[in-house]
């Protein structure tokens, strides 16, 4: 149903909707009752403010999904990109490079928990993670070992939704249809599973022979539902890698760049990966670009003689894209000169204090999970198809809060810089929401 089928056009954010829906699909969404969720249509940002077409501001608690690091509009990052725009936009990586691109990879590589690392650019998360499959895939075969061909991965994973993103995966999230497509892993428990790590190890040293690598979010699970675990369940998992020399791949997409508390989430486990999934906030959510991280070890094995089968046949036209990578350069400068993960601590434990008020004696709520600024509360409806979720979020966006809901468990996600009085304003908005939603 569009606009048009529920009457006149009354306002400019129902004129856009209506052709929005006309041209436009939308990723995860389904399209006949996108008019119906009332939709932001967005006119233009101001901090960590989004403005829709009739004016009215949204305060960005999921930071744009999970992407924007420092706000929307940031004086330092919109002058890197003019700056760089009167130099070049793009050019061709694949046997080429460019200066900016270089001094990026550079400023990364003393603050990416991988040994002497070497970046090959992407354009998305899911990019980045279906290159680590086929780089560690690679590895093996380029030193003539050709059963090191399965994967451990673990319940609840989300890793993207390319196919090979989709089959390290976990089940659901929509995609069983792609079923017949996904090539088959290992799978241990996920974080909801207090003996996921023990499951783990134990899987790691009975396949050891043909895994070519293991693949986890460190810390936390975001897409299912932010699952949590301990940073000494993952060290344990690494470690047990490293005695049966398993690659390991680190997806920090949704958990690098400071929504744990640290630069990287493998930090706070003493993790140094083989080869690590950057992307989301490398660039603070202004253009996309993304990496696959490999160690020293890991590059040295494609090391060949010219045009041989030891190379990495792969790489994309935007592939370390020069305007993006003046962005993300800035990006990881203003991190030290503003002092951002000092105020990610800050506000994470302000939040943990506010939410373990708001969820005490509150029967909706089943449990509240986080890490740093990345949070789920999970509700818990008297009776299934309820809602909950997506209600509680549609009555928060009717306050001027933007969050996202994951079946019943609404995500929290602040940006970075987000101050102290508009943390006790989410926490607010998200209270009465609840309550509106769960006393009907």
């Not at 560690?136 to 196919?163: E, K």
């Not at 760049?257 to 930090?267: I, S």
């Not at 083989?274 to 094995?301: F, H, N, P």
Request: charged share 20%.
């Amino acid at each position: 149903m569009t606009t048009a089928d529920q009457g006149p056009l009354t306002s400019a954010h129902d004129r856009w909707v209506d052709r929005d829906a006309a041209v436009v699909w939308h990723g995860f969404t389904q399209m006949s009752t996108y008019a119906q969720n009332r939709p932001i249509i967005v006119d233009y940002a101001d901090g960590r403010e989004l403005i829709d077409v009739d004016g009215t501001r949204y305060l960005d608690a999921i930071s744009s999904l999970w992407v924007t690091t420092l706000g929307h509009r940031v004086p330092e990052l919109d002058a890197a990109a003019r700056e760089q725009l009167d130099r070049v936009a793009h050019t061709t990586m694949l046997g080429n490079g460019n200066r900016i691109t270089i001094e990026l990879a550079e400023a990364l590589a003393p603050r990416v928990p991988v040994s002497e690392p070497h970046f090959l650019f992407a354009s998305d998360g899911a990019a980045a993670v279906e290159q680590a499959i086929k780089i560690a895939f690679q590895f093996w075969t380029n030193q003539g070992i050709n059963d090191r061909t399965r994967y451990l991965t673990l319940g609840g994973a989300y890793h993207g939704d390319t196919i090979g993103a989709i089959s390290i995966g976990a089940g659901g999230f929509g995609t069983d249809v792609f079923n017949p497509l996904r090539f088959d892993v290992l799978r241990a428990p996920g974080y909801d599973d207090p003996g996921w790590a023990d499951t783990a190890v134990a899987m790691i040293s009975a396949h050891a022979h043909e895994l070519a690598a293991v693949v986890i979010e460190p810390l936390v699970q975001g897409a299912v539902g932010m699952w949590v675990t301990d940073p000494e369940s993952v060290e344990r998992v690494a470690d047990a890698c490293r005695e049966h020399d398993v690659l390991l791949i680190a997806d920090e997409v949704a958990t690098g760049f400071g929504r744990t508390g640290t630069l990287f989430a493998t930090e706070q486990c003493r993790v140094r990966p083989d080869i690590m999934c950057i992307g989301k906030g490398l660039t603070g959510g202004y253009l996309a670009m993304a990496a696959t991280v490999a160690s020293r070890r890991v590059y040295e094995a494609f090391l060949g003689p010219d045009l041989s089968e030891m190379t990495l046949y792969h790489g994309h036209s935007f592939s370390g894209n020069a305007l993006a990578a003046a962005v993300a350069l800035r990006h990881l400068q203003l991190f030290e000169e503003l002092d951002v993960l000092a105020n990610v601590r800050e506000r994470s434990a302000q939040l943990r204090d506010r939410l373990e008020v708001l969820a005490n004696g509150n029967p909706a709520i089943k449990e509240i999970r986080q890490r740093g600024l990345m949070v789920g509360v999970e509700l818990e409806p008297p009776e299934e198809n309820l809602r909950w979720g997506r209600r509680v979020c549609a009555a928060s966006v009717n306050r001027g809060v933007l969050l996202r809901p994951l079946g019943d468990v609404v995500v929290l996600m602040p940006i970075l810089t987000t101050t102290a009085d508009e943390i006790d304003r989410i926490v607010d908005v998200l209270d009465t929401s609840i309550n509106e939603v769960c006393t009907q």
